[in-house]
């Protein structure tokens, strides 16, 4: 049989259609069939200045919006030569709402898992938790998910007074609704058996198909940017990199590929309290800091073609520009490497011969993000 899964199916995780073709219950080919949400970025880039693309970039991976800036800001700043003179403050504040976001985006990610295979309580749980982060970067841009804060050449905003404070209660909060989540869901064993040897992909498919994020480290490769590229402050930082290493079966199954996202929340917890420590002792508010005062008038880089990159929450974004005019402040060509396009189109190789209910486990656990996918 053909079966369509999407585009407007609740297991898809957004517009996305699969063409299934079946035997039975056994998927024998998955055909992604993707162009539902696209969001015209690229078009965008080319039309607008780079200060101006920053809220486009925010509406890609939607869930995880303040790396989507951190990377395109991080190019801008490099293509000027600006990139020595920020001052570290905005570079500590850039990375904390960045590990702020990521645990919210991997929230979502392992929330909605649980509910894709029958567990209810888990997604309850931590979207209560999530709304915590919501708040504070809230607090911090003024909005809950889409941000604009983080700008070339600096910050929109400095913290406001307090979040520093509320920030590390939120952490301290925090730290034992993990232990509880482990308890209810990665410990659980209806959830072990839904996910453990389904999905497997091993190492060398990853890379061969260019996956990166928990996906391609799920497969037992440590490769992660912060730490390979060393881009901000993260070099400054102590934090391990998880990896899948088939603790309730194969290396690079879906289980393994869950355990990452678990494992990197706390280490985004341990990143989030060395900034605050830095932010707190050494890096302290004065009347007058100006998260601005490094903007220059106009963004017009030198002619040049240049390549950027960081760690998303779901793995490799990278932006190329291409910049030919002197006088403008308008890249001639942008273009997007998103991780979820990447790590999706591995999904007709790991799904053959599956049944169609672990089609529903694999595609959770892979997480990708459609504004991502279509760009």
């Not at 919006?65 to 951190?70: G, K, L, P």
């Amino acid at each position: 049989m053909v079966l369509n899964m999407g585009p407007q199916h609740p297991s898809t995780h957004g517009v996305l259609r699969l063409e299934l073709i079946t035997d039975g219950e056994i998927v024998k080919e998955v055909i992604p069939h993707m162009g539902y949400l696209h969001r015209c970025f690229e078009k965008h880039a080319e039309s607008l200045t780079y200060q101006q693309t920053i809220p486009f970039t925010d509406r890609m991976d939607y869930l995880a919006s303040m790396t989507n800036a951190h990377v395109w800001v991080m190019g801008v700043e490099r293509m000027l030569g600006i990139d020595k003179d920020i001052p570290k403050r905005i570079e500590y504040i850039r990375v904390l709402v960045c590990e702020l976001n990521r645990i919210a985006s991997h929230l979502i990610a392992v929330g909605t898992y649980g509910i894709d295979i029958g567990a209810f309580t888990p997604f309850l749980w931590l979207f209560k938790d999530r709304e915590h982060i919501m708040g504070l970067l809230e607090w911090a841009s003024g909005s809950r998910l889409l941000y604009n804060y983080i700008w070339v050449g600096g910050l929109f905003y400095d913290l406001p007074v307090g979040f520093e404070e509320r920030c590390r209660e939120f952490v301290e909060y925090f730290r034992p609704k993990m232990v509880e989540l482990n308890q209810l869901l990665t410990e659980n064993q209806i959830f072990i058996n839904r996910t453990a040897n389904i999905g497997v992909l091993p190492r060398n498919v990853a890379i061969n198909y260019g996956c990166s994020g928990p996906v391609l480290r799920g497969s037992g490769l440590k490769w992660d940017l912060r730490r390979i590229d060393g881009y901000s402050v993260y070099p400054e930082l102590d934090f391990d990199i998880p990896i899948g290493k088939g603790e309730m079966g194969s290396v690079g199954d879906c289980w393994d590929r869950y355990k990452v996202r678990i494992d990197e929340i706390e280490e985004s917890l341990k990143i989030i309290e060395q900034c605050l420590n830095r932010l707190q002792k050494e890096l302290k508010r004065t009347p007058d800091f100006d998260p601005r005062a490094k903007l220059p008038r106009k963004l017009t880089p030198k002619p040049q073609d240049y390549y950027v990159r960081g760690e998303g929450a779901k793995g490799e974004l990278g932006f190329y520009f291409m910049h030919t005019d002197l006088r403008s402040e308008i890249p001639f060509r942008a273009k997007a490497r998103g991780p979820s396009f990447n790590n999706l189109s591995v999904l007709p190789e790991i799904a053959k011969g599956v049944m169609i209910a672990d089609l529903i486990a694999i595609i959770g656990s892979i997480d990708f993000v459609l504004g991502e996918v279509d760009r």
